[in-house]
């Protein structure tokens, strides 16, 4: 669920037709009409023999040299031009996936000599004028790009035929510049292990489609490579470009508002007025009309439909059919009958095809995240074409928590609430990823607002009743009001004052809004835009959810993995449920030197809301709460469940969704404790977040809070003991990074210097091992200058995405 962006895919696919040439006509024409035809048959001459394909731009394929040759026709005819990756190579850690996009451009062929030039020109710089030289003084002002030059091998007047073979070869998606950002190898097309993908190669009237196996090889492929690729030196995938003519008139273009819930489509426009702003801001959005805009309710002239892909199971297929189709609730508020509708994707259809809005389901190797994009004219945000990517595996995730914590494998026992949750997260995914298409941005909000969007990130809802746990309320049904209102702002034939009043009245509704950029930083100061977490006060709800997770931890046990499962299987089954608070603990410790703000407009309220720091008092109980969880009690595991979980059975292997340990094959419940106590303490003592505390004249009183009650406690020789001196070592870690980290303003940098050299006086009075190691790294820190750790706390597992 990662955030939509702004591409174009658009497909076609008519049937192979021969080409015709005078050659193989058996009329006989005067020798003047023969001459004069033959002066126009170049092209037909070049191509006799090749397979045609008519459409948007002709393309002709030659089987014996396996090139493809594109009728230019349109020249200085802006269209649309988009890459994309049909095959991808399968990692989520990679990041190249099956039906990625890539970039969006507006693109025009220009002749050269012998050469047509593919150039991208420049949409972001305009000058949206009536006057022809000040729209050109703006072209002539900022560069554009040449994508390609692509040779002319024939020409019939102003009909040009080039060899796009090479073009299509080559890395347009970037695949080299993204392996080597990885560190997953030096890789470059090799054009002798590729080749015309003849069969998704297709023209229709307004697009025209080319597709290539394109193989990359190189040297020192990285571990994900491996992982994915049979013979990891060459990374076969298929390539994709479409040239789409641009829509037909008649779209409206809406203004961007920062509380309206969409993405923004910019621009700078120099043909504003000097007092006007010159950064223009378009809402993304499908364009939809009624046919009887004057009826209460009316159908769509072209209803929104998103097509299904075949490839989904069931009853993975049927939950994702019904959350998708979730969307129609919000159209029918605005009067539309069956504007948004959900299908199977017709047998005879291409999903490639420029009328299809896609939901398509894609495996990786690991469980990774699923996406949301809008194909999109870059020159008005119109929404052409909505392409959702599905991560196949993400479902058993939520089935695992399920298991985890109602641990169903008892004799007689039943995954039906398991499985019932998964599917319902499966249904809250399918609205999420369509709501991208649709245009809209996450609001992290969501969750604090009484779980008020699909647009948020949800974490389950589980229920302590009686001692039991339930899961029946995991995950919302339906949209919420955000989405109800966010559709009416971006889809509703209202006029611009009716627009500014459904602002007020969500506003009144009390409904928030808080963005990626706001939400996703560790050291964010919002204190109510966050990811997964749950509940309209952060602090009960951890405290809530702690009690949850011992419930869960203290019936761990056999019944929650399956027959003739290995016992070391319980390693993986436990790790969401141990960490099930880590995103809740992120929640809270946002109230540390947070702040209540929202996306406020002049004139929005008589009196400004500005912006107000977190009440001292919500602060202290924030901080309080973060504590508990690195208490030896919250850390513990149960000796009897550490009793069941050997090293892996053989055939096995600790993998990325397990603890990593110190003590070799055996599971380390140290090691995972010392993991969840350095993910509370990275969050709490993050340098944005002492910054903020330092200029509130906060920050001593949470240093020597968290050093008394961690490094400075009395601790013990016994289990409980070693727990609180392995948190201990990561306190010290963490403080002595941010000691050393950039980012400290200076006057933390002091006050966290002035803590620590009281810590180290006090660290020289005891006698106790882990005292004496400490104090030992801090007279090095004061004799040398420098630090150089001898313990790096362990992270945990992956959590996201649920």
């Known amino acids: 669920m990662k955030p939509l962006k702004l591409t174009h895919l658009l497909w076609l696919m008519p049937a192979f037709c021969p080409v015709v040439t005078l050659a193989n006509t058996a009329v006989s024409q005067p020798a003047a009409v023969t001459q004069a035809a033959s002066k126009k048959s170049a092209i037909a001459a070049f191509t006799k023999g090749m397979v045609q394909q008519q459409g948007y731009f002709d393309f002709y394929y030659d089987a014996k040299t396996d090139k493809v040759y594109l009728q230019v026709d349109k020249l200085e005819q802006p269209f649309i031009f988009q890459s994309s990756l049909p095959r991808g190579v399968g990692s989520n850690d990679i990041g190249l996936d099956r039906g990625q996009l890539g970039e969006t451009r507006l693109v025009q062929f220009e002749q050269f000599g012998n050469k047509v030039m593919l150039k991208q020109l420049n949409t972001y710089y305009r000058a949206n004028s009536a006057n022809p030289a000040e729209r050109q003084s703006i072209n002539e002002a900022f560069a554009s790009s040449v994508l390609a030059g692509l040779p002319v091998v024939a020409s019939d007047g102003n009909k040009l035929l080039v060899d796009y073979t090479a073009f299509l070869h080559s890395d347009m998606h970037q695949i080299s510049a993204k392996l080597e950002a990885q560190q997953q190898g030096n890789f470059s097309p090799d054009a002798s292990r590729s080749g015309v993908y003849l069969k998704r190669s297709k023209a229709f009237p307004r697009n025209t489609e080319l597709e290539a196996m394109v193989t990359y090889i190189g040297t020192k492929a990285g571990e994900f490579v491996k992982q994915v690729t049979p013979a990891p030196e060459a990374i076969t995938v298929h390539l994709h470009h479409s040239l789409v003519a641009l829509p037909e008139d008649g779209y409206q273009v809406r203004a961007f508002h920062p509380y309206s819930g969409f993405w923004k489509v910019e621009y700078m426009d120099y043909a504003t007025a000097f007092d006007a702003p010159i950064v223009q801001r378009l809402l993304p959005r499908h364009r939809l009309q009624k046919k009887d805009p004057a009826a209460a309710i009316s159908e769509a002239v072209e209803p929104i439909v998103y097509y299904l892909d075949p490839g989904v199971p069931e009853p993975v297929r049927t939950a994702l059919k019904q959350g998708a189709g979730w969307w129609d609730q919000a159209y029918q508020k605005l009067g539309y009958k069956d504007a948004f509708q959900v299908k199977d994707l017709p047998a005879d259809a291409d999903p490639m095809d420029v009328r299809y809005n896609v939901i398509q389901w894609v495996h990786r190797a690991t469980r990774g995240w699923s996406y949301g994009y809008g194909v999109t004219d870059p020159r ?108 009416a702002y971006g889809y509703g034939d209202h006029s611009d004052s009716a627009r500014a009043a459904l602002v007020q009245q969500a506003r009144q509704q009390g409904l928030q809004f808080i963005a ?100 001292a008092k919500q602060q202290q109980a924030a901080l309080a709460a973060l504590l508990d969880t690195l208490t030896p009690q919250f850390l513990a595991l149960p000796n009897e469940l550490l009793a069941l979980i050997p090293p892996k059975a053989y055939g096995d292997a600790d993998g990325r969704e397990s603890f990593q340990g110190r003590v070799g094959l055996a599971f380390d419940p140290l090691s995972a404790a010392e993991a969840s106590a350095n993910h509370t303490l990275s969050l709490l003592l993050h340098p944005q977040r002492l910054n903020r505390l330092s200029s509130q004249q906060q920050l001593d009183a949470l240093l020597r809070t968290v050093l008394d009650q961690t490094i400075l406690a009395d601790s013990s020789n016994d289990a409980t003991g070693l727990l609180q001196q392995r948190v201990s070592h990561v306190v010290f870690y963490q403080l002595m990074q941010n000691l050393l980290n950039a980012e400290l303003a200076p006057e933390a940098r002091a006050t966290l210097r002035e803590r620590m050299t009281d810590l180290g006086k006090q660290l020289q009075k005891r006698d106790d091992g882990t005292a004496q190691l400490l104090s030992c790294q801090w007279q090095q820190y004061l004799q040398h200058g420098t630090w150089q750790p001898v313990f790096v706390p362990k992270q945990l597992p992956p959590g996201a995405p649920i």
């Open 516 to 615: 990626d950029e706001d939400a996703r930083p560790e050291g964010g100061v919002s204190a109510i835009g966050h990811l997964w977490d749950s509940g309209a006060d952060p602090v009960a709800e951890l405290n809530r959810l702690s009690q949850v997770r011992a419930a869960a931890l203290k019936q761990f046990g056999l019944d929650n993995i399956a027959t003739n499962r290995p016992l070391s299987a319980l390693h993986e089954a436990l790790v969401p449920i141990y960490a099930l608070h880590r995103y809740q603990v992120e929640a809270v410790s946002k109230l540390v030197g947070g702040a209540h703000y929202e996306y406020e407009l002049k004139g929005d309220y008589d009196q400004p809301k500005g912006f107000q720091w977190v009440e």
């Open 380 to 487: 008005s945000g119109e929404i052409i074409k909505g392409h959702v990517t599905l991560g196949s595996l993400r479902v058993r995730q939520d089935f695992l928590i399920a298991t985890g914590l109602t641990a169903p494998y008892q004799p007689n026992g039943s995954t039906e609430a398991a499985k019932t949750m998964a599917l319902a997260r499966i249904r809250q995914l399918a609205a999420h990823e369509v709501g991208h298409t649709l245009g809209l941005i996450h609001n992290f909000a969501g969750s604090a607002n009484g779980r008020s969007t699909v647009m948020d990130y949800p974490h389950p809802q589980v229920d302590l009743r009686n001692g039991k746990l339930a899961l029946d309320q995991a995950y919302r049904e339906g949209l919420g009001e955000w989405d109800l209102y966010a559709i």
